[in-house]
């Protein structure tokens, strides 16, 4: 039995994505949103796809967790129909690379020097 139960799934031919609204059952409080993402994307064999969380809402007094994820082909058409504060915040909750490792910013700015 799945922790992930799907309460919609619509493919919006307009937009070019997938809308996912799935329950995350007894994980309220307790997932993040790149994890919520990370789930449904092995949940739907979403690789090499852009998921991106929208909207996590804890129920009160229930350990429930519903979410909201838009699936896109393309990173680019996503940065054009979503606001770029989506993207910022996004970057922000990714983890920080480890010690001796370069992230991919700090690489570019290393390349224009």
Known sequence: MSMIE???D???PLLARREITCTFKGLAGKVKRMEAAEMVSKQFNLEGKTVI???LKNDTGRPLLSATFYVYDDEKLAR???KAAVFKRLE???PAPA???VAPAE???EETK
């Open 80 to 82: 054009e129909h979503l």
């Open 107 to 109: 690489e570019k700015k």
């Open 10 to 12: 619509v493919k919006n």
């Open 6 to 8: 799907v309460t919609r």
């Open 99 to 101: 010690e001796g490792e």
């Open 53 to 55: 969380p929208i909207n």
């Open 92 to 94: 922000k909750a990714k």
